[in-house]
């Protein structure tokens, strides 16, 4: 497990976009996908996105055609680093605390989590 760290929250206005980032620094050789999910006050967390080394992407039924996650990696590395979160057309319902998280091919008890950002849609 390492502790990912988390960029690009803020405060936006509805129909506005933020980009969110995600790092692992350090050794990272067990990531085999990153993703998103967010909770917000009285909600349980909601997945948001993933996208594995392969390029594979999927998305929350509340956030498609809306939000877009990508990575870096054009070298196809087994093992993921980085990610970003591009947020379009942003609804005050997407305001929650976002999580990034980190799979790792031991399993969900190794899986690394990101201390969670905030991201605030209000005009």
């Known amino acids: 497990q390492v502790q990912l760290v988390e960029s690009g929250g803020g405060l936006v206005q509805p129909g506005g976009s933020l980009r969110l980032s995600c790092e692992a620094p350090g050794n990272t050789s067990s990531i085999y996908a990153m993703g998103w999910y967010r909770q917000s006050p009285g909600n349980q967390r909601e997945l948001v996105a993933t996208i594995t080394s392969g390029g594979s992407t999927h998305y929350g039924d509340s956030v498609k055609g809306r939000f877009t996650i990508s990575t870096d990696n054009a070298k196809n590395l087994k093992f993921l680093q980085k990610n970003s979160l591009k947020m379009n057309n942003l609804k005050p319902e997407d305001s929650a605390v976002y999580y990034c998280?980190?799979?790792?091919?031991?399993?969900?008890?190794?899986?690394?989590w990101g201390q969670g950002i905030q991201v605030t849609v209000s005009s």
């Open positions: 998280t980190g799979y790792s091919e031991y399993g969900p008890d190794y899986d690394s």
